[in-house]
């Protein structure tokens, strides 16, 4: 079963959440502050040179 992350935008925690049906929208709240306003991040693992805008790894050059 697929189990994605997700974070909240209101307390900024990262959770787990089982999702069982990626076609209806599951009602996902943060289970530390309960707050509905969470969004959905991707697992480190497994991603090989993926790009992305928003990252919370800091790159420095040289
Ligand atoms: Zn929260």
Redesign the pocket.
């Known amino acids: 079963m697929p189990i994605y992350e997700y974070v ?6 990262k959770f787990s959440q089982l999702v069982l049906s990626l076609e209806d929208k599951q009602d996902i709240r ?6 509905e ?2 969004k959905r991040v991707f697992s480190p693992f497994g991603s090989l040179g993926a790009s992305s805008g928003s990252g919370g790894s800091c790159t420095s050059f040289g």
């Open positions: 909240c935008n209101s307390c900024g925690k943060c289970p530390h502050c309960g707050s306003d969470v």
